[in-house]
């Protein structure tokens, strides 16, 4: 990620709509298995600048871990200190040491040069019968120039996820496409990104929304339950739960 990009998301986890919508829907998808106060070892990978661990700790003790220095500093900034600054290729953790693992918007970049290598050491670091959480940018053709400022190398669809998540030897228990919504919208801005290409070179997060802040969290808001149970048919991103197999009993 253009280093930039992380004095933006750290102002933008506070208000944007879409860190306050997919709250909504992380928390609902983690209420199936697990209720607040379970007391869970939660590693949150690719951790940025401490948003999503912020609000995971209603569910357990959170463990941070992401590869650039700016993201440290900023989670220190934001009183988190169980940060570590690593890559998703080799966690410095022990097997079977968390009961859930959720990484956002981290497997697909450049940053993981090999997807496969991450998640089995996303299933090494599980305990048997935990969980990961991930969440992904849907479709190769909806790149743009968000993609480029936040150094996007995939761009994933339900199958592809499934299938490495299986290859990983993680059960899929539930997957979804999220941001359904607002998928003509903002599908309709990447498409004319080709035509008409920014200058500015930044992720979408620096775009103002102003007064239509509210009602594009709501709307995201919206889908928290459909994506949490029925699942979705399409979206501007991808959901996927998958669990660790229990030992065998010899």
Not at 91 to 102: G, N, Q, T
Not at 194 to 207: E, F, Q, T
Request: proline fraction near 5%; glycine fraction near 10%.
């Amino acid at each position: 990620m253009n280093p930039e990009e992380y004095a933006i998301m750290y102002q933008a986890e506070q208000s944007h709509w879409w860190y306050r919508g997919m709250e909504r829907v992380t928390r609902a998808i983690v209420e199936r298995w697990y209720a607040p106060g379970m007391g869970l070892r939660i590693l949150d990978a690719g951790c940025g600048t401490g948003g999503v661990m912020e609000y995971m700790e209603a569910y357990g003790s959170v463990t941070g871990i992401d590869f650039a220095a700016e993201a440290m500093c900023f989670c220190r900034e934001r009183g988190k200190e169980r940060v570590t600054r690593a890559s998703l290729m080799a966690f410095p953790f022990s097997e079977d040491c968390f009961d859930l693992i959720v990484s956002f918007d981290v497997l697909c970049e450049r940053g993981v040069p090999d997807d496969m290598v991450a998640l089995r050491e996303f299933a090494r670091a599980l305990a048997p019968g935990g969980r990961v959480l991930i969440r992904v940018p849907a479709y190769n053709w909806l790149r743009g120039q968000h993609d480029e400022a936040v150094h996007i190398r995939e761009r994933y669809t339900l199958g592809d996820l499934g299938d490495r998540f299986r290859q990983a030897g993680l059960v899929v228990e539930h997957r979804s496409y999220a941001n359904t919504l607002l998928f003509p919208v903002a599908s309709a801005k990447r498409l004319l990104e080709r035509v008409w290409p920014p200058k500015d070179g930044l992720s979408d997060l620096a775009i103002g929304t102003g007064p239509f802040n509210g009602v594009l969290k709501s709307i995201l808001a919206l889908e928290a339950p459909l994506v949490a149970r029925s699942g979705l048919p399409f979206g501007l991103s991808v959901v996927i739960v998958g669990r660790k197999p229990d030992r065998a009993v010899a």
